[in-house]
C-alpha cells in the first residue's frame, strides 16, 4: 500500500466550476500536510500547507480530516491557470525532514 | 521560492557511463534531496542531506550515490548508468526554521540509451 494515495484523475472541469478532491495518507502519525502544483514537465511548488481548522487562500480550499486520515483541496470559480497536477504531500513521521509524495490528481479546466 | 538550480537540464549519456547531477542553492537551507519522478510512482526519494557531509539513502538509492562538500552544493552521481535511471530527477531543499517545506529545482531530464 502506497503511504500517500491520490485519484489520478483526469478531472474535466468547466472554467468558472468548483472541483473537489482527495488524497489519503497511511501513517496516523503524520503532522505535516501541504498541496503542491506542478505544471506540465515542470518542478512542484508549495500551494498551500493544510492545517487541522482547514485553511483558505484565495479560491483555493485545504482541508484535514485526522479520524480518517485524508485532507483535501477543493478549487473555486476555476480558471484555465489552473489546469495542473496536484501533489499531495505529507511529512514522513519516522525520519525528521522526509516527505511524502502522492502520484497526483490531474486537473483540466476547459474554456 | 528558494534560488535553486540544477545543471545539466538535459543530458543523454550511454549505458554504463557514470553520470553526474549538480544542484546549487543560494538560501542557506540546510537540507536537500534528490528524487525522480517516472510516470505512475510520483516523486521518490534517492538520497537527502541534512548538512555538509551528512548524507543519508532514500527509497530507491541503488545505482546512485551523493556528495555535499558545501552548503550550497549537492552531487548526485550515477555510478554506471542504466536505462532504468531513464527520469526526471529534481533537487529540492528545505529545513528552514521547525518547517517541512521543500523547493524544487528546475530538473534534469535524463535520458540512457
Known amino acids: 500500500r502506497k503511504e500517500v494515495e491520490q485519484d489520478p484523475g483526469p478531472f474535466n472541469v468547466p472554467e468558472g466550476a468548483t472541483v473537489a478532491f482527495n488524497c489519503t495518507y497511511s501513517?496516523?502519525?503524520?503532522?505535516?500536510f501541504f498541496w503542491y502544483r506542478q505544471d506540465c514537465r515542470k518542478e512542484p511548488k508549495l500551494l498551500m500547507s493544510?492545517?487541522?481548522s482547514g485553511n483558505e487562500d484565495g479560491r483555493f480550499t485545504a482541508q484535514l480530516n485526522r479520524a480518517s486520515q485524508y485532507i483535501s483541496l477543493l478549487i473555486r470559480d476555476s480558471k484555465l491557470s489552473d489546469s495542473a497536477t496536484y501533489l499531495c504531500?505529507?511529512?514522513?513521521?519516522?525520519?525528521?525532514?522526509?516527505?511524502?509524495f502522492g502520484a497526483g490528481t490531474q486537473v483540466v479546466v476547459t474554456p | 521560492d528558494a534560488g535553486i538550480t540544477q545543471s545539466p537540464r538535459h543530458k543523454v549519456t550511454e549505458t554504463g557511463t557514470p553520470v553526474t547531477l549538480r544542484c546549487h542553492q543560494t538560501e542557506n537551507h540546510r537540507y536537500m534531496y534528490w528524487y525522480r519522478q517516472d510516470p505512475g510512482h510520483g516523486l521518490r526519494l534517492i538520497h537527502y542531506?541534512?548538512?555538509?557531509?551528512?548524507?543519508d539513502k532514500g527509497e530507491v538509492s541503488d545505482g546512485y550515490s551523493v556528495s555535499r562538500s558545501k552548503t550550497e552544493d549537492f552531487l548526485l552521481t550515477l555510478e554506471s548508468a542504466t536505462s532504468s535511471q531513464t527520469s526526471v530527477y529534481f533537487c529540492?531543499?528545505?529545513?528552514?526554521?521547525?518547517?517541512?517545506?521543500?523547493?524544487f529545482g528546475p530538473g534534469t531530464r535524463l535520458t540512457v540509451t
Open positions: 504531500v505529507v511529512n514522513a513521521p519516522d525520519s525528521w525532514g522526509k516527505l511524502q
Open positions: 529540492a531543499t528545505g529545513g528552514r526554521g521547525s518547517s517541512y517545506e521543500q523547493y
Open positions: 542531506s541534512y548538512g555538509v557531509k551528512d548524507t
Open positions: 493544510v492545517y487541522s
Open positions: 501513517n496516523s502519525a503524520s503532522q505535516s
